[in-house]
């Protein structure tokens, strides 16, 4: 099962990929400068946090995939938060356009990790 999350995880990147760099040819405007960044360090998130929450996922019992699950989204919360700071912080330009791609980025990667979840939950 992890297999097929993986395949279609490389498709959605993929599309992610080529809706990104479509937007910084034709629109760049829409684009934050660091959003070749964001998008690594999203992929490398949402592989963590599966991971994490497959391995609560695999023990059958409800207390270990909701320590799992609160883990992975404490995790997940605490590290984009200091994404967020760090550019806030040291970069004075763009701080706009950084947080409107960061949270795109961000929300799209969320809704297919939850949909990948979701059908390995209900099986």
Not at 23 to 46: C, I, N, R
Not at 85 to 96: A, G, H, R, S, V
Request: glycine fraction near 4%; aromatic fraction near 24%.
């Amino acid at each position: 099962m992890a297999n097929s999350f993986y395949k279609s995880f490389a498709i959605f990147c993929g599309i992610i990929f080529w809706v990104l760099l479509s937007l910084q040819l034709f629109k760049p405007e829409w684009v934050a400068p660091y959003s070749w960044g964001l998008f690594g360090y999203l992929v490398a998130l949402t592989a963590l946090s599966y991971y994490l929450i497959n391995k609560g996922i695999k023990t059958q019992d409800a207390f270990d995939f909701y320590n799992a699950s609160m883990g992975s989204t404490a995790i997940r919360l605490l590290l984009s938060g200091t994404v967020l700071f760090t550019y806030f912080y040291f970069f004075k330009d763009n701080q706009i356009h950084f947080a409107i791609t960061f949270f795109c980025l961000y929300f799209a990667f969320t809704i297919f990790e939850i949909n990948a979840l979701l059908k390995k939950v209900k099986k």
